[in-house]
C-alpha cells in the first residue's frame, strides 16, 4: 500500500482516508491536517535507542583517555625505583637479565627523555627510593626516551639500544611485549622489585 497512513498508537498501517485504525480502534489522524508514514513514526520509536549508544560511545572515548593520560603519567611515577629486565628470545629463552634504574629529565609534549643506570643485582635488592639517587653519580649514565603516544621505551644498554614496545608502565608486566627486533632479542619483561624500607 503506496499511500497509507500509520496508527500512531500500535504502528500498523491503514488506508489513507480511514478514520480509525484497523487493528487497535483508535481514531485516526485526519489526512489533510495530520499525516504519519511509518519511517517517521520508527524514528520517533528509536531516537532515545540512538542518543544511549552515542552517550555509551562518547562514554568509552572519555574513559580511553583517562587511561591514557594516567599511563603517560606512570612513567614519572616509576622513576627512582629499581627493576629487574628480562630479554628472551623468539623461542622464549632468557637471553640476558639486567637490574635498572630511571630518572625523568626533561619533557617535550608527550616525549619523556631520561638517564637510565644499571645496577648490581645487589645494589638493586638494597636500593630504596631516597637513596636511589647516589647512584647516578657512582654509575654510567645512559640515555632514554619514552614516546607515550606510541608506548615506546627507548633504552640504550652497554650492548646498544634496545626499543621496548607496548609500554604501558613499569608496574605492569606481560612476557608478551615485543622488542623492537636488536640482536637476538623477542620480547621482555620489566618489573619493579621489592625492597626493604
Known sequence: MKYSKTCP???I????DAQFCRNCGQQL???DN???TKSSLLFKQKWPLGLALMLIIC???CVTYLFKKNDRVNIVASQYQPYELQLFDQRGSEVDKVYLTFKITKKKENVYHGKVIFLTQSQASNATG???SKYFQRNTNYAMVFDSNKYQLRLQMPTGQIILKDFYGAKKTTNERVVEK????????LRMLETSP
Open 182 to 189: 636488536k640482536q637476538n632479542y623477542h620480547k621482555y619483561t
Open 9 to 11: 498508537y500500535c504502528g
Open 29 to 31: 489522524p485526519n489526512p
Open 13 to 16: 498501517d491503514n488506508f489513507r
Open 59 to 61: 562514554g568509552m572515548i
Open 34 to 36: 495530520y499525516f504519519i
Open 130 to 132: 631516597p637513596n636511589i
